[in-house]
């Protein structure tokens, strides 16, 4: 069979950093299996900040020497030179470094870092084989808000599959990602790199050897979340299609493909305006709903400063602060909030600690932000 073209290579700076994060569907990481979870982190040592690719499992792939393939199957056949190999024939990124966790692996480092914090946007409902119970099996019912997960729920909000999509779980994933950094972050972890690398090397497999880790944490130690951006290799750069033997597979389009990587790695955008500094004000009878607002809010670029309480609202609002017309921003968040015109309030204030206020309301649904996405 004769290899297709590879994609073109992503230009990019000298000193950024690729770092392929996997999670295999095994119980160790001696022989991961399929590798379900498929992002490509980009870090962007100077400013600093972090670039997240998600690759869907079913991604239709050429694998150099194996030919075609779901893109999953690659570490299985080849380790991770021919996973490294397939990202960049597949989708032009020149891979630096590759860590591996297993179900075990994740499941203990969660539990290890005291569980993570998680903002449930969509209700959630499954059901999962657990030894631990005496069925077998346990059903999870999580609505929207903020959750505590210990490492087992943890690793099955990631994997949901039943009434949700690849490219929800995707989402998901990521969330996940950012709730363990912050988690790291608060519980001070990143200067004691050097005395848990046995314990990482017990848990990751990587090639990442224990000064680049060093390098990267001190990049972490910098990081301000806002700075974080999330992509997903979705719809418009894959199609979905039935392959040989009936096999689902999602056929990449390639020129929408090479587009989106160039856009979703690259670092957020700078602006001679700081980042808009936003407050939550929670007029739902949901006591966790302005929390997750917020971390919506987070992962769209904003600032928050705050959080709090309101009296119940009939409506959610949006009202705009600043004294310079900043139109695309209030569009941003009519957008991420389904609102219309008549829902922007214009306070033009000189002397703030804000530039908008988000005012939740009885009809504010936190899975709107993310449906179609």
């Not at 779901?70 to 990124?93: C, D, Q, S, V």
């Not at 998901?172 to 990482?200: H, T």
């Not at 497999?205 to 990267?216: A, F, H, K, M, Q």
Request: charged share 20%; hydrophobic share 40%; with cysteine.
């Amino acid at each position: 069979m004769t290899a297709p073209p590879p994609a073109p290579l992503l230009v990019q700076p000298e000193n950024v950093i690729n770092i392929l994060l996997l999670g295999s569907d095994r119980s160790g990481i001696e022989r991961p299996g399929l590798t379900d979870t498929i992002v490509v982190a980009t870090i962007h040592p100077e400013r600093p900040s972090v670039s997240l690719l998600s690759v869907p499992r079913d991604f239709y792939a050429w694998m150099p020497g194996r030919g075609y393939g779901k893109i999953n199957t690659a570490f299985r056949y080849g380790g991770p030179a021919l996973m490294e190999a397939t990202i960049r024939h597949n989708l032009g990124i020149d891979i630096d470094y590759y860590a591996l966790v297993s179900f075990d692996s994740f499941v203990r480092i969660v539990d290890a870092l005291g569980g993570v914090d998680v903002p449930v946007e969509c209700p959630l409902h499954d059901t999962f084989p657990d030894p631990d119970s005496p069925s077998g099996q346990t059903d999870v019912d999580w609505e929207p808000g903020m959750h505590r997960l210990d490492g087992k729920h943890a690793l099955w909000y990631a994997r949901s599959r039943w009434s949700t999509s690849d490219f929800d779980r995707h989402r998901r994933q990521q969330q996940i990602l950012r709730s363990l950094y912050g988690q790291v972050m608060s519980l001070g972890i990143i200067p004691k790199i050097p005395s848990l690398w046995g314990a990482v090397r017990d848990s990751v497999s990587t090639d990442l050897d224990l000064p680049g880790l060093v390098r990267i944490g001190a990049i972490g130690l910098r990081l301000d979340t806002a700075n974080v951006k999330s992509r997903f290799v979705g719809i418009g750069a894959v199609q979905p299609w039935k392959g040989p033997n009936g096999l689902y597979i999602l056929l990449p389009d390639d020129e929408a493909l090479t587009s989106l990587v160039a856009e979703a790695l690259a670092p957020p955008p700078y602006t001679v305006q700081p980042t808009w500094r936003v407050e939550v004000m929670n007029g739902t009878l949901h006591e966790g709903w302005g929390q997750v607002a917020a971390e919506r809010l987070r992962w769209e670029g904003f600032a928050l400063v705050r959080v709090q309480r309101a009296a119940p609202t009939p409506r959610t609002q949006i009202v705009d602060l600043t004294t310079t017309p900043n139109s695309w921003t209030v569009v941003r968040l009519m957008r991420l909030y389904r609102r219309e015109a008549g829902d922007v309030v214009s306070q033009p204030t000189e002397q703030r600690d804000i530039d908008f206020q988000v005012l939740l309301g009885l009809d504010y649904d936190p899975c709107t932000a993310v449906r179609g996405r």
